[in-house]
């Protein structure tokens, strides 16, 4: 904490700490009977019974990074969606700029937000527009929505010992890219290639999950989550929490975007703290695994299996080292000193 107040401690830019969190939760009285996924620790997405099947809603805003922030939205909240079980299919836009802003800008958030859409098959369907004193540089706050059509909704705790853990595509990309374009100054020491592959890992390797989290569902994975603010640490800590079990992680095995490890490097960062979008974990049993490795190469989807579920809680290697985790994500801290 960064000190403390009488009104309890004061909080750092970053996720509302977990164990707040979960006091916050608890005091929420129970869920209708319709809600078949609701708010927990580590879930990103609500689920809804309807008619059609299962409601699935997620809304996230785009806060660290000042370019691609409408792109940014779209695939964000449409990977908590899809790590739901769920196609995403409707978004809706809160866009908060400052006074003064340009009409253009405005103009090319939603040319960004339109194609970002159209390359999901997804659709703009509401939202809110503003010019506020309160911001001071462009937000997008956007929310999707999705159908699981089967009823099945994947939630991140669904998960016991015996399973597996399979990481599908490596980390750190979109913690890459954002620190490549916000602290370029501080990387001139990096070969320039390697810092514009960094830059561009927005567009390749890519951030977005959808793919395979939908296949991942139709593999019959037990669990899958999208590792964000906190990067693939905080990411499996949630896992660990949700399941209620011990998670034990082979380093050696994990999935590592190169130029990402040596933007962390030249910046002080710790690629397992960074922001990991692009990265889907999933939890099989050990006896699919094998299947949904193949499965996930053969859709061009690289994959490994990274680790094993235990009795037990939090998450450790293979030695038994307690995974170091912070709940303040490395480019939040790079960004904000």
Same mark, same amino acid.
């Given at each position: 904490?960064?000190?403390?107040?009488?009104?309890?401690?004061?909080?750092?830019?970053?996720?509302?700490?977990?164990?707040? &969190?979960?006091?916050? &939760?608890?005091?929420?009285?129970?869920?209708?009977?319709?809600?078949?996924?609701?708010?927990?620790?580590?879930? $990103?997405?609500?689920?809804?019974?309807?008619?059609?099947?299962?409601?699935?809603?997620? @809304?996230?805003?785009?806060?660290?990074?000042?370019?691609?922030? /409408?792109? &940014?939205? +779209?695939?964000?909240?449409?990977?908590?969606?899809?790590?739901?079980?769920?196609?995403?299919?409707?978004?809706? /836009?809160?866009?908060?700029?400052?006074?003064?802003?340009?009409?253009?800008?405005?103009?090319?958030?939603?040319?960004?937000?339109?194609?970002?859409?159209?390359?999901?098959?997804?659709? #703009?369907? !509401?939202?809110?527009?503003?010019?506020?004193?309160? +911001?001071?540089?462009?937000?997008?706050? *956007?929310?999707?929505?999705?159908? /699981?059509?089967?009823?099945?909704?994947?939630?991140?705790? *669904?998960?016991?010992?015996?399973?597996?853990?399979?990481?599908?595509?490596?980390?750190?990309?979109?913690?890459?890219?954002?620190?490549?374009?916000?602290?370029?100054?501080? #990387?001139?020491?990096?070969?320039?290639?390697?810092? %514009?592959? @960094?830059?561009?890992?927005?567009?390749?390797? !890519?951030?977005? =999950?959808?793919?395979?989290? #939908?296949?991942?569902?139709? &593999?019959?994975?037990?669990?899958?989550?999208?590792?964000?603010?906190?990067?693939?640490?905080?990411?499996?800590?949630?896992?660990?929490?949700?399941? *209620?079990?011990?998670?034990?992680?082979?380093?050696?095995? =994990?999935?590592?975007?190169?130029?990402?490890?040596?933007?962390? $490097?030249?910046?002080?960062?710790?690629?397992?703290?960074? #922001?990991?979008?692009?990265?889907?974990?999933?939890?099989?049993?050990?006896?699919?695994?094998?299947?949904?490795?193949? /499965?996930?190469? %053969? !859709?061009?989807?690289?994959?490994?299996?990274?680790?094993?579920?235990?009795? *037990?809680?939090?998450?450790? $290697?293979g030695e038994g080292r307690p995974l170091p985790w912070s709940e303040r994500d490395e480019v939040a801290r790079?960004?904000? @000193?």
């Amino acid at each position: 904490m960064a000190g403390s107040s009488d009104r309890g401690p004061l909080l750092r830019s970053g996720k509302i700490p977990l164990d707040l &969190l979960a006091q916050l &939760l608890a005091e929420l009285p129970p869920p209708p009977p319709e809600v078949k996924l609701g708010a927990a620790i580590g879930e $990103d997405a609500c689920g809804i019974e309807v008619p059609s099947g299962v409601l699935v809603v997620a @809304a996230d805003p785009i806060t660290l990074t000042s370019e691609e922030i /409408a792109r &940014l939205s +779209v695939i964000v909240n449409a990977n908590d969606v899809a790590v739901s079980g769920a196609r995403p299919r409707w978004f809706l /836009a809160v866009v908060l700029v400052p006074p003064g802003t340009a009409a253009s800008v405005v103009r090319e958030l939603f040319g960004a937000l339109s194609r970002a859409l159209s390359e999901l098959g997804a659709h #703009l369907v !509401g939202g809110h527009t503003e010019a506020t004193p309160a +911001v001071n540089r462009p937000i997008v706050i *956007g929310q999707m929505l999705g159908v /699981a059509e089967t009823g099945r909704v994947v939630s991140t705790g *669904g998960f016991g010992p015996g399973d597996v853990v399979v990481q599908v595509r490596p980390a750190p990309i979109e913690g890459a890219s954002v620190l490549a374009r916000e602290a370029a100054d501080q #990387l001139e020491g990096l070969p320039a290639a390697l810092v %514009q592959e @960094a830059r561009e890992a927005l567009d390749r390797p !890519g951030i977005s =999950v959808v793919e395979p989290a #939908l296949l991942a569902t139709e &593999l019959g994975a037990k669990s899958l989550h999208d590792p964000t603010e906190g990067g693939l640490a905080v990411g499996l800590h949630e896992m660990a929490s949700a399941a *209620g079990v011990r998670i034990s992680i082979d380093r050696q095995a =994990v999935l590592w975007f190169e130029p990402g490890l040596a933007v962390c $490097d030249a910046l002080g960062a710790d690629p397992w703290s960074t #922001l990991a979008s692009g990265t889907l974990v999933a939890v099989f049993s050990a006896e699919a695994a094998e299947t949904a490795l193949a /499965a996930f190469a %053969q !859709g061009g989807h690289p994959a490994a299996l990274i680790g094993t579920v235990e009795e *037990g809680s939090g998450v450790f $290697d293979g030695e038994g080292r307690p995974l170091p985790w912070s709940e303040r994500d490395e480019v939040a801290r790079l960004l904000s @000193a």
